[in-house]
């Protein structure tokens, strides 16, 4: 060193060493924020199940996916799991014959149809009606039926605790949906996330809310994407009118009437084995009021009712001591399932939607 000068030497070791610090306090400190992130561990399991679905879909090779597309690639439904078809939905024929002619032809004949903007598939289809009438099942059996990925969107996976974070994972949603189309991105209980909005809103939702928006007007401009977002929900006058203005297809999703009970009930046991006793006209008659749900739990409790017999015989055996089991009553196959247990089943359940009604009413009194 002369005159206080540094040499070229003494520069390049310093600017080295330079460098290694500062890659050294930009690894640390990358450390030390994953470490203080709570959802790291989440984060990396869904990478690492969007890896494999993407595998087994073929997707992988074909596109080139962000961090924040492997994010939402993780709710992806592989093909295989969409076993749902028009077969298992029972009840709801003029849902199923609208969404044919409004949903699936326009998605299956999409390369024919593109001369016509008029019959293009809606961007945005809204299921309604109240709980347990099929709604999610639709859904499925559409994707099903029109040979379209479905992503099952999780609304909480949109929300993170890093500012700006939520904006990327909601643009995400629809640059993976592009990548991967036809699909539908179906959002259960879609009132929950894009719910009327308020000036109490918190800014991150509210601006996660303009985000999704924002891209879905995306979607509506660009005719050659096949990507279409589906909701369900059981208080459509809650969901924002902006949303509702973004989804034209709407379906009503109603409670069923007695011939539609009936059949849901045929479609429930079906692989069940029957005495001769059964009645489900008679039963289907009973059942006002009931959901697709309901009439499951129905048949699920009646089903289960078979039991008691076992249960008694055991009982019997227990009290003679007997020494072998395995020739006893209780190792024969279930008998079928009768009248009366569904009669009994029947009580059970609708004690307990009275007990119910008498529940809501108490809490409405007391908020009121």
Known sequence: ?????????????????????????????????????????????????????????????????????????????????????????????????ELRETLILPIQQRNRLQTSKLIQPPKGVLLHGPPGCGKTLLARAVAKEAGARFINLDVSSLTDKWYGESQKLSSAVFSLASKIQPCIVFIDEIDSFLRVRATGDHEATAMMKAQFLQQWDGLATDHSRCVIVMGATNRPQDVDRAILRRMPAAFHVPLPGQEQREDILKLVLRDESLNSDMDLA????????????????????????????????????????????????????????NMMDFKEALSKMQESRVHNRQVSALLKMDLD
């Open 1 to 97: 060193m002369e005159g206080g000068e540094l040499t070229r030497g003494e520069v390049l070791s310093l600017l080295m060493r330079l460098a290694i610090a500062t890659a050294a306090s930009y690894f640390t400190v990358k450390l030390l924020v994953s470490a203080m992130d709570p959802t790291s561990k989440q984060k990396k399991e869904a990478k690492q199940k969007a890896q494999e679905v993407l595998h087994r879909l073929g997707i992988k090779e074909k596109v080139s996916l962000s961090e924040y597309e492997m994010m939402i690639a993780s709710q992806l439904v592989e093909p295989g799991c969409l076993s749902t078809s028009w077969r298992d939905v029972a009840g709801l024929n003029a849902v199923i014959r």
């Open 282 to 337: 008679s039963l289907a008659k009973h059942t006002e009021s009931f959901s697709g749900s309901d009439l499951l739990e129905l048949c699920r409790t009646a089903a289960v009712y078979r039991l008691r017999h076992l249960l008694d015989e055991e009982q019997l055996i227990d009290e003679a001591s007997s020494s072998d089991r395995s020739s006893s009553p209780g190792s024969e196959s279930l008998r079928p399932i």
